[in-house]
């Protein structure tokens, strides 16, 4: 063995352990469509991967039998789940309160089962991932999804400047210089967050951009239908279907959504709008109808993430409106990887993290000058050409391929932010350790 670098002995003999915190319940559409297909991706590269949730209303929503099942099944898949109970209120005290509890047990972890890397999504968990570090060393990865501070006072839930917000900015600069390495969505926010650099910090720490992406072999499986059969089954055959797929409210402009898709009603009469989202349907369902669009004209259907190909196949053209404020420069919507994996052109609005450029550079949608008729008007017809042409559907599948992936986009950027880490590590070891791994 006395051939063998430490790097080689640290990858075939000792192979990296990672826990991966995350602030929301396992059965969130978040993490089994984001979460949890990026650990089975570091799973088949030799990362021992364990995994924490924070699980609401965990004794009510959970029973006994359905937790050890649940363990069972991702510790087949090389996942090793933990879960604490999240706390919901009062706000600010329950997060602290989860946060001091997720610390304490990510610290054991660490202690206990040898995890070496620390990988945090977003914030909360990276507050969580930073006392873990000074508890009991480890690696800390921040897996920054957004400008979380921003994103709270752009969404209107905390005010601008306040007390909440000024402390979230403190734990945020606290992550930011614990951590070993990074992760953001979009080549805007690793321009703010580190100007000038390109895959790495200026102290020469990893930093890597790694989009939403999206599982296409999701996508590929609807091809078992035909999408005549999908949209005889919604009864719109002969209809222009326009597509929302996701939240409503807060920074997702549903007023603005109303107004273009009263506006595609009136303008073209064979209009059908499918709403697809997990949130309350009033949300969006009363304005629909103060806009004189009749109930037999619209769809709104909370859908599993194992439907969402099957519906989107029956539609022409998606739609994206969110609100564009700085916070959302760090945005990746998972929606736009969805909508092209689905072959569908996009009509969005500009300033969403990367999406100008995706939508301009692969010529898969149209961007809307601003929230007005006349410009609803130009987006609409762009995009009615471009449905009609033959090679949109591919251009998009093509888009969603090089961008989106989540095997040889996402996955294999996980995989090299990873072996970074280690390479780090190994470089790090004490001379004691090194001699006794060579």
């Known amino acids: 063995m006395r051939g063998i670098s430490v790097k080689q002995k640290m990858s075939a003999a000792t192979p990296l352990k990672t826990l991966y915190l995350c602030y929301f319940g396992l059965r969130e559409p978040l993490v089994q469509t984001q979460v949890l297909p990026y650990l089975r991706q570091l799973v088949t590269d030799g990362v021992e991967v364990h995994l924490l ?230 949300i969006i369902e009363r304005g629909l109808r103060e806009a004189g669009i009749s109930k037999e004209d619209y769809l709104i259907r909370k859908v599993s993430p194992r439907e969402i190909p099957r519906y989107l196949k029956a539609a022409d053209i998606a739609l994206s409106f969110i609100k564009p404020c700085y916070s959302k420069l760090s945005s990746s919507p998972t929606k736009m990887a969805e909508y092209l994996a689905s072959g569908l052109p996009v009509i969005c609005n500009s300033g969403i993290g990367d999406v100008d450029e995706v939508v301009r550079t692969d010529r898969v949608g149209v961007i809307v000058e601003d929230f007005t008729e006349e410009s609803y008007r130009r987006a609409l017809k762009a995009a009615d050409e471009m449905r009609r042409d033959r090679e949109t559907a591919e251009r998009c599948r093509m888009s969603a391929v090089e961008r989106f992936d989540l095997e040889r986009v996402g996955g294999e950027r996980y995989k090299h932010l990873y072996r970074r880490l280690r390479e780090s590590r190994a470089k790090s070891l004490p001379f004691a350790e090194k001699e006794q791994a060579a």
Not at 121 to 133: D, I, S
Not at 175 to 183: E, G, P, R, S
């Open 53 to 282: 949730t924070f699980e609401p209303e965990l004794h009510q929503r959970w029973s006994k039998d359905a937790l050890a099942a649940q363990k069972a099944e991702l510790a087949r898949e090389g996942i090793r789940w933990s879960y604490l109970p999240y706390h919901k209120r009062p706000s600010v005290p329950a997060t602290l309160y989860d946060i001091q509890r997720g610390a304490r047990f990510a610290a054991r972890m660490v202690r206990r089962e040898g995890v070496d890397v620390l990988h945090a999504r977003g914030h909360v968990a990276a507050f969580m991932g930073a006392l873990a570090k000074r508890m009991s060393g480890g690696q800390f990865l921040f897996d920054v999804r957004s400008f979380m501070p921003e994103e709270y006072t752009d969404a209107g839930v905390w005010p601008a400047n306040g007390s909440v917000y000024r402390l979230a900015k403190r734990a945020e600069a606290t992550c930011l210089a614990a951590a070993d390495a990074f992760v953001v969505l979009t080549e805007k926010a690793r321009e703010i967050l580190f100007p000038g650099r390109t895959d790495t910090d200026a102290k020469g720490r990893p930093v890597q951009v790694i989009p939403c992406c999206v599982d296409l072999e999701r996508f590929k499986a609807a091809d078992e239908i035909s999408r005549e059969e999908v949209r005889a089954e919604l009864g719109v055959t002969d209809r222009r279907v326009i597509v929302y797929l996701g939240a409503l409210g807060g920074w997702y402009l549903t007023d603005e959504m109303v107004s273009f898709l009263s506006f595609a009603h009136r303008e073209d009469k064979s209009t059908f709008s499918m709403i697809l989202t997990q949130s309350r349907p009033e």
